[in-house]
């Protein structure tokens, strides 16, 4: 789905966030896309803070 949608060429990072309740998923999904994964927050109300603490621009 990376590769589909072309996300590489609208980015200068290749880090993809998941939700935190797919946190098992995260080795696979480095594997399979050559991707930096960071398992974010388990739930969608705490991603602004998530972004505030832990994200920092490339």
Same mark, same amino acid.
């Given at each position: 789905?990376?590769?589909? &949608?072309? =996300?590489?060429?609208?980015?200068?990072?290749?880090?993809? =966030?998941?939700?935190?309740?797919?946190?098992?998923? &995260? #080795? !696979?999904? !480095? !594997?399979? &896309? #050559?991707? *930096?994964?960071?398992? #974010?927050?388990?739930? &969608?109300? !705490? =991603?602004?803070?998530?972004? *505030?603490?832990?994200?920092?621009?490339?």
């Amino acid at each position: 789905a990376l590769k589909a &949608s072309g =996300i590489e060429n609208k980015v200068k990072h290749r880090k993809l =966030i998941i939700p935190g309740k797919a946190a098992r998923l &995260s #080795g !696979e999904l !480095e !594997e399979l &896309s #050559g991707w *930096q994964v960071i398992v #974010g927050p388990k739930d &969608s109300s !705490e =991603i602004p803070k998530f972004l *505030q603490e832990k994200w920092q621009n490339p």
